[in-house]
């Protein structure tokens, strides 16, 4: 551990408050070495082994004197020898004036590289865990915004009488440290902590500093280096060869043979024998093939060899398991160096492949949806495949989706930069269990920030996931808090679920276009009922705020006979039911917004009643029609459908009920919870747009509202 007045030289060199201070050899010299600084004193011992002075004893605070220094150093000495530990010499300080303790620290991710953490410090670090991090670099605006996020906020802004603290001092400390140019960008991180920062009216001073560099030898990856490359033939390949596929016992590239064959894509079997393989023709080498898409699917240990062999083919995909994931790292390096040597792009292994209905691409079987504006990047093929399936069903349509497994060549980091410029992409999910280049995942997020709205869902966050990650796909994600800072600095939204992803993805695919502003106002119309009380509650969790009602509405809305046996309240109750007036909600609706323009609107049936009062799904699509009507009526508002008790209707109605929405660009959710974790993410997109210089979302726009056509609804 480097002395701590070497630290406090540092910080001082870089503009940070540190308190006066001075050195001493041994208890001798320290009341020469004080005599210049004013009381009361700090006391210090420094060496090795001294890594948490306090819990040594080896910290004296409100000494009176340097001659009390000198007398405590003495005392000091004799403790510390007694347990064992040599005090290399002794740091004597003015003592800080009281304030705000807090914890301020830089440290090196594995997955995304240096960090900034912020929060309550002193004694309380531990107990409290109020922090706030963010990938370095970071601005002053991102710091100001660190510190706004901590539950003890109030307490430097000034609670109950008290001063706030000097918040200016503070920015620019965690700037100084963590900003353009910062210590963060100098130090071999190690570990870097202040802790406390004592922040007052009268600034932000750090009163004791702990650097533990990196131990000599060990290895600080750095992220692959490679030219720029155009993924298109991989999600649009104009021929695909297939390794694996056997003559006798039908296998995982036996059915791809049959996936590409139902698909229409020109396909050819590699086989050192046969001369076609279940209808398709084959060859004896990769080379011979013909393909820009070559998809592996042999043993572990022979998938290298035939890498080898695919030079002149742009990407190959390794289907099979069996590397790093199970512990052969020294599979997953040959296999990477193969590519190489061959010149081709790797994606895999341990992956599923690519889906692209524009493309013809596939690694699920049955019919492909309709070609859309959405992309996903998964590190889990599994998972991919049910986001394709189930999305489809409730509206998503795909532009590209890709597994890129152990990500040994080909990452997402620099598939997110292609997509942003793909003409074909507007909308982009990522789940992740190890971003393994984090760095320039980070900034490739960073670049799309306010222009392609994101969702990403990552696996391992807690302590049991990273566990399960482990044995999935052979990485460790990083600390939950750290993904969570990604996200906050990216303008990209957090999900916790696959069907919280799939509604994100589906309102962004909806209203990303829309030209709405990411304020937190939601109105929410509906049932009476206890749904929407618990919608409330719902809303609350998520961040986002039901405004009452403006007052000039309450007379056309009671006008329409909206309020008799109720209250005129933001949730709004309307009778909605088999034998209701299916046009209220669109004259509800469109009296609030012309007079307070809500950003969001939740709307919200109990299909159940449809189904136990009446015995037709007319009411209900009549319903849809009027609520899609107030959205052709209102460009500025997005709106979003929640169909509680769906299960109850017949089968097909919630397919019709979905078509209607989606005609008008409206996303339909099963529950309250799903809408709001989308509005929530909505909101956070256009509040990311507004903040980007010259934002705006990008993609070409399939319809009026910019939503492709077919069903749109999420969870």
């Known amino acids: 551990m480097i002395p701590e007045h070497e630290v406090k030289a540092r910080l001082r060199a870089a503009g940070v408050a540190v308190p006066r201070g001075v050195t001493a050899a041994g208890p001798e010299r320290v009341a020469e070495a004080a005599a210049g600084l004013a009381p009361p004193l700090v006391l210090k011992a420094y060496g090795p082994g001294l890594v948490h002075k306090s819990d040594a004893g080896a910290v004296r605070l409100g000494l009176a004197s340097a001659a009390d220094a000198a007398e405590a150093a003495a005392a000091m000495r004799e403790r510390l020898a007694a347990l064992g530990v040599e005090a290399a010499g002794f740091l004597v300080e003015e003592q800080a004036a009281p304030g705000v303790e807090l914890?301020?620290?830089?440290?090196?991710?594995?997955?995304?590289?240096?960090?900034?953490?912020?929060?309550?410090?002193?004694?309380?670090?531990?107990?409290?865990?109020?922090?706030?991090?963010?990938?370095?670099?970071?601005?002053?605006?991102?710091?100001?915004?660190?510190?706004?996020?901590?539950?003890?906020?109030?307490?430097?802004?000034?609670?109950?009488?008290?001063p706030a603290v000097d918040l200016d001092a503070l920015a620019g400390l965690l700037v100084r440290l963590g900003g353009p140019g910062g210590l963060w960008e100098e130090l071999d991180l190690g570990e870097f902590e202040l802790n406390p920062v004592i922040a007052s009216p009268g600034g932000a001073v750090a009163v004791d500093a702990r650097h533990l560099p990196v131990p000599p030898g060990t290895a600080v990856p750095d992220g692959p280096e490679r030219a720029d490359t155009d993924f298109t033939a991989l999600f649009e390949p104009k021929k695909v060869a297939v390794v694996g596929a056997s003559t006798t016992r039908p296998n995982f590239g036996n059915m791809f043979l049959e996936f590409y064959k139902l698909t229409g894509v020109p396909v050819v079997a590699v086989h050192p024998e046969a001369e076609e393989i279940a209808g398709v023709p084959a060859v004896p080498t990769p080379g011979d093939a013909g393909a820009d898409y070559l998809l592996v699917a042999v043993p572990a240990a022979r998938c290298a060899g035939v890498v080898r062999q695919a030079a002149g083919v742009p990407f190959v995909q390794v289907m099979s398991g069996g590397f790093g994931e199970l512990d052969h790292p020294e599979l997953e390096r040959e296999l990477a160096g193969a590519a190489r040597e061959a010149g081709t792009r790797l994606l895999g292994p341990n992956c599923l492949g690519v889906y692209s209905p524009r493309g013809r691409q596939t690694f699920v079987g049955g019919r492909q949806g309709p070609p859309g504006s959405v992309a996903l990047i998964s590190q889990s093929g599994g998972l991919a495949g049910e986001v394709i399936k189930v999305g489809e069903r409730r509206g998503l349509a795909f532009s590209r989706v890709v597994t890129v497994g152990n990500s040994a060549d080909v990452t997402a980091a620099e598939l997110v930069r292609w997509l942003a410029a793909d003409p074909e992409t507007s909308v982009a999910g990522l789940y992740l269990e190890d971003p393994r280049d984090g760095r320039a995942l980070f900034e490739a997020l960073m670049a799309v920030r306010g222009r392609m709205p994101v969702a990403l869902l990552v696996g391992g966050r807690s302590l049991q996931g990273r566990r399960a990650a482990a044995s999935h796909t052979g990485g460790l994600a990083g600390d939950g808090r750290v993904w969570q800072a990604v996200a906050d600095q990216c303008g990209a939204t957090l999900v916790s679920s696959q069907d919280d992803l799939i509604g994100a993805l589906a309102y962004f695919q909806a209203h990303a276009a829309r030209p709405v502003p990411g304020g937190p106002g939601v109105l929410v119309i509906g049932p009476s009922g206890g749904a929407s009380v618990l919608a409330a509650d719902v809303l609350d969790g998520a961040g986002l705020v039901l405004d009452p009602l403006p007052e000039p509405v309450l007379g056309a809305l009671s006008a329409l006979g909206v309020g008799i046996g109720s209250s005129l309240a933001n949730p709004l109750e309307i009778p909605v039911g088999p034998r209701a007036w299916a046009g209220l909600v669109r004259e509800a609706i469109t009296a609030i917004v012309s007079r307070l323009p809500y950003p969001d609107v939740i709307a919200h049936v109990n299909t159940q009643s449809f189904f136990t009062y009446g015995d037709a799904a007319e009411p209900l699509y009549a319903y849809t029609r009027h609520l899609a009507e107030a959205q052709a009526l209102l460009p500025g508002t997005r709106i979003a459908l929640v169909t509680r008790n769906g299960e109850c209707a017949p089968p097909g109605v919630e397919d019709e009920v979905r078509a209607i929405a989606a005609a008008a660009g409206i996303p339909v959710y099963r529950s309250v919870e799903g809408a709001a974790a989308a509005v929530a993410a909505g909101k956070r997109f256009a509040r990311a747009r507004a903040d980007t210089p010259h934002g705006q979302a990008t993609g070409t726009p399939h319809g009026p509202t910019g939503t492709p056509h077919g069903p749109v609804t999420g969870t």
């Open 103 to 162: 914890i301020v620290g830089l440290v090196r991710d594995p997955g995304f590289g240096p960090v900034i953490l912020a929060g309550l410090g002193g004694v309380w670090a531990e107990v409290m865990r109020d922090t706030a991090v963010r990938v370095c670099p970071i601005d002053e605006a991102g710091a100001r915004e660190m510190l706004a996020s901590l539950r003890a906020f109030p307490l430097l802004s000034g609670h109950r009488g008290t």
